[in-house]
């Protein structure tokens, strides 16, 4: 399969990765696998996330990867962390005589890597992390075929990126508006037992479960839950 049909085969195999009904790791995780078996050379990768000031890794396929990707978070530099913030393109031929990161080669020799190549992220117009790849060998990712694959790769995976944090926020704010509207109904469920019980107003009977969520120190919804439950017990 000559190098066009190759990066073909990639953009299908990163098109089927499905979103609904999975977490932003497990979408993550599928695709550093995909980029693992796709990109010449590759024996290890991982997608570095740039939120603020901090990284971190969000998915990783080979120990080696997460290894090394530790090893820069340590230092706060490193060919993915500048890859990332900066969105270039950065490779390492050989850890053995690269001279940008000497205190983060010297350690990264130790866990196996020997070359690396660090794709930017690109989305709209900045860059929101790397797609790293790790190899035990010099040179390994040094030929045109393994940049091209990795870049198709990894512009890929900046749109799965954000369509899955999208998605994972959104499955958040859905989880989060859901307990918040079932909080609301056992409360109004609850003050309307206080309301019958003890012949008080809506007003008067939330300023009773109030009292009794701060002297025992738990939420209110706890406290409206205890008063439907226990009425329930009782029918």
């Given amino acids: 399969m000559g190098q066009t ?9 990163l098109s089927q990765v499905a979103l609904a009904d999975r977490s932003l790791d497990d979408v993550l995780g599928e695709v550093t696998d995909i980029a693992a078996r ?40 490193g060919p993915c962390m500048d890859a990332g913030r900066a969105g270039v393109v950065l490779r390492v031929d050989d850890m053995r005589t690269e001279q940008r990161w000497r205190e983060y080669t010297a350690r990264v020799l130790e866990v196996g890597v ?12 900045s860059s929101i992390g790397a797609l790293n790849i790790y190899s035990t060998q010099p040179a390994a990712f040094a030929s045109q075929d393994s940049e091209e694959a990795a870049t198709a790769v990894a512009e890929a995976v900046a749109v799965l990126v954000a369509n899955a944090d999208a998605h994972d926020r959104l499955g958040a704010h859905a989880h989060n508006m859901r307990l918040a509207m079932e909080s609301r109904a056992v409360i109004e469920q609850a003050k309307g037992v206080l309301m019958a019980q003890q012949g008080v107003d809506a007003e008067q009977a939330f300023e009773v479960m109030r009292d009794a969520s701060q002297r025992y120190n738990r939420k209110l919804r706890d406290i409206a839950r205890g008063i439907v439950e226990s009425t329930q017990r009782r029918q």
């Fill in 5 to 13: 049909g190759r990066v073909q085969e990639l953009w299908r195999a």
């Fill in 38 to 77: 796709s990109i010449p050379g590759a024996e290890a990768t991982s997608i570095t996330l740039v939120r603020g000031d901090k990284a971190f890794t969000a998915a990783h396929t080979g120990e080696m990867a997460l290894a090394a990707d530790e090893l820069q978070y340590e230092r706060g530099y």
């Fill in 114 to 125: 020997r070359s690396s190549l660090s794709m930017p992220l690109p989305y709209q117009g």
